[in-house]
């Protein structure tokens, strides 16, 4: 599963070849039971390498391919277009699981999932009609909305431009999460009036190059990083307006493409767990000054694991409680209900308080696990540093402090616009 780095004459940096991601054919149509019954198997082929793809950086392309047979990237396609009918809840128990064996893969999914989102809680939407096709064949959906080197985040520079009776994309992305593992990518840019709108077009499109140039020191293998836009041809019917649209819908799904990072934490934690325990069992020595002949007996080491399991224990009842609230607003979204704006509003507060908690459990389990032994703890072949650099730079995607602010603000004040404009940190 190596990657394949093309030199592009434009520019300095690698892009990246997308062949070694697409489906060969189009999968088997498979229930929401199946697929759940399977996912933890897949799990289990994706840990087996996960370790030695980090240490010699290389992006997992194989293991696409292979999800997108699985099942595991439309569960959430609603059962009147023809889909399992998934929940939400059942998709973030995915994220987690897929974390739990490679956080880069399951954070990767995070716009593909966010498509799915869409469909299922809009599944009358032209969108949603014309694409739901696609997604059940197993095309994944990602893109770049950020950009980098402005004076503040989300500022855009990428142009729409009206030439003749099609547009002409041009600009720079960043955090390009996923982009290169997928069949679609969607784009942000300024239209000739200075409006905001969105592009999504084919992935392997003349003018696309997706560039290997993320230098995180975590989530190393998300490809996160360029999209160089040069005169990519846009078609009229592959064009939205970022303002039309539903508004609950937008917030509903900026709490859930927050929620993902979070669920992405909770699976690194229970890799801590695990990695802990096997660690303890297998690999460490006690320490010299320890009254036991091994780590397992050691009383200190078995205050640590008990410390991690309590964490990522609290860490899943956390995010499957969180999962429920979403749930019920995708419900309401899809009724119509009445207390709609209540519904939203509950998830989106139950989220932010978690994202508080979750990290600061999650951060600090990811430092015990190196208390499991000593300095043989920190060899580069258990790479166990991964674990902590993989959710300090989620962390840093979702701010806990500004968490903290917009949460008092708003039961201080009654101040919700972050909560209302649907805000994604």
Not at 74 to 87: D, S
Not at 352 to 363: C, D, E, M, N, P
Request: with cysteine.
């Amino acid at each position: 599963m190596s990657v394949q780095l093309v030199q592009d004459t434009s520019s300095v940096e690698p892009t990246l070849d997308q062949g070694h991601s697409k489906a060969s054919h189009a999968p088997v149509r498979r229930s929401r039971e199946q697929i759940l019954a399977d996912l933890p198997s897949v799990a289990k082929e994706i840990a087996k390498g996960a370790v030695a793809r980090e240490l010699g950086r290389e992006l997992p392309f194989e293991i696409f391919r292979t999800l997108r047979q699985t099942g595991l990237t439309w569960l959430r396609v609603p059962e009147q277009l023809g889909g399992p009918g998934g929940t939400l809840a059942d998709q973030v128990e995915i994220i987690c699981t897929l974390a739990a064996a490679d956080s880069n893969v399951a954070h990767a999914l995070r716009s593909h999932f966010g498509f799915l989102e869409s469909i299922a809680v809009d599944p009358r939407a032209p969108l949603s009609r014309k694409y739901v096709q696609e997604v059940l064949d197993g095309k994944l959906f990602g893109g770049a909305h950020m950009e980098i080197n402005t004076p503040r985040p989300n500022m855009l520079r990428t142009k729409l431009v009206k030439h003749g009776d099609r547009y002409i994309l041009t600009g720079k992305k960043y955090y390009a999460t996923g982009a290169a593992f997928c069949d679609y990518t969607s784009f942000t840019a300024l239209d000739e009036a200075g409006r905001v709108t969105s592009a999504l077009v084919p992935a392997n499109r003349k003018g696309v190059q997706i560039l290997d140039d993320w230098d995180g020191m975590g989530q190393r293998l998300t490809a996160s990083g360029g999209v160089d836009l040069d005169d990519v041809e846009v078609f009229p019917d592959e064009i939205t307006s970022r303002l039309d649209g539903d508004p609950f819908v937008r917030r509903h799904n900026a709490t859930r493409a927050q929620l993902h990072l979070v669920a992405c934490i909770a699976g690194i934690v229970r890799n801590v767990f695990s990695d802990a325990v096997g660690y303890a069992q297998k690999q460490a020595r006690s320490a010299k000054h320890s009254h036991s002949e091994t780590a397992r007996g050691d009383h200190f080491v078995q205050q640590v694991v008990g410390d991690i399991a309590a964490a990522t224990h609290a860490i899943d009842v956390i995010i499957a409680d969180v999962a429920k609230t979403l749930d019920i607003a995708a419900a309401g979204i899809v009724a119509g209900a009445p207390n709609l704006d209540e519904l939203v509003m509950a998830s989106a507060l139950a989220n932010s308080k978690a994202q508080i908690v979750v990290g600061k459990l999650a951060i600090r389990a990811a430092e015990k696990l190196f208390d499991t032994g000593g300095g043989s703890a920190t060899s580069r072949k258990y790479d166990f540093d991964r674990h902590w650099r993989n959710i300090r730079t989620i962390l840093n995607h979702n701010p806990l402090l500004l968490k903290g602010r917009v949460i008092g603000d708003f039961y201080l004040n009654g101040a919700r616009a972050d909560f209302d404009e649907g805000r994604v940190f």
